[in-house]
């Protein structure tokens, strides 16, 4: 099954990295609809298409507004937005109020709550456990047998999320900031470095993936990928349009 990280950044895109996507092209699944989430369409290999929100920050929602098209197009006979009903009355009531995007699309608003379980393509089980952050979050994890991956952001690391994402194969997990800056991360609700390395080497993650990363800093390594790798070697920093096998 391939997984395509259509945006890896945070906060704002840049030249390198747009805000946060993640998409299965061969089941239709998306998780978050950042600015990557433009790159959908062309991907795509159903029709039909099921977005799981984390929260209703911008970064990780306004890309919905970028799949009109296609739906009004027949192109995508269906899309389900799945998110708590926190999320799902944020993006309805302000991303697309009528001063800002005056055509609704025609979306099936699907709610979400911790723990909550939903059957997913391929025979596989998504869960969601809440997360710390200003103004809440979900963290996903989605089984299928011989295989499983977890998507965590935003959050600060360590968390109370240990156990949800035991023993997974895949873990995706942001980390905006190298450790020098642990503070800004404490403040702002979101991850550093060697707290994502022992997160992913104390769940037994089989490979970790690095999203999420501070805009302002688009070079190769924004984080210290070799402090990371110390701890915990199978890590990588994602890259917009990497796609990997699960």
Not at 224 to 244: H, M, S, T, V
Request: charged letters at 25%; proline letters at 6%.
């Amino acid at each position: 099954m391939r997984l395509l990280f259509l945006g890896t950044g945070g906060y704002h895109p840049n030249e390198r990295r747009h805000t946060a996507s993640l998409l299965f092209p061969d089941i239709g699944l998306a998780l978050d609809a950042g600015t990557g989430f433009f790159r959908v369409q062309e991907r795509l290999q159903t029709d039909t298409l099921d977005v799981f929100l984390t929260h209703a920050h911008l970064d990780h929602i306004c890309g919905l507004t970028f799949f009109l098209v296609p739906v009004l197009r027949g192109d995508v006979t269906g899309v389900r937005v799945h998110g708590t009903a926190r999320t799902l009355t944020a993006v309805r009531q302000h991303l697309f109020a009528e001063e800002l995007f005056p055509v609704v699309p025609p979306f099936d608003w699907c709610e979400l709550s911790a723990k909550m379980e939903v059957q997913v393509a391929a025979g596989g089980r998504l869960s969601c456990f809440d997360l710390e952050h200003p103004g809440g979050s979900l963290g996903y994890r989605i089984d299928w047998p011989h295989r499983s991956v977890a998507y965590i952001t935003d959050t600060t690391a360590p968390g109370n999320y240990l156990e949800f994402i035991r023993n997974v194969d895949v873990l995706i997990h942001e980390c905006y900031f190298p450790d020098d800056m642990l503070e800004w991360a404490q403040k702002t609700g979101h991850s550093s470095a060697t707290a994502v390395a022992k997160i992913a080497r104390d769940c037994g993650a089989k490979r970790l993936y690095l999203v999420h990363s501070d805009p302002q800093h688009p070079e190769d390594d924004p984080i210290d990928l070799k402090r990371i790798r110390r701890i915990f070697p199978d890590a990588g920093l994602a890259e917009d349009l990497q796609e990997i096998e699960l």
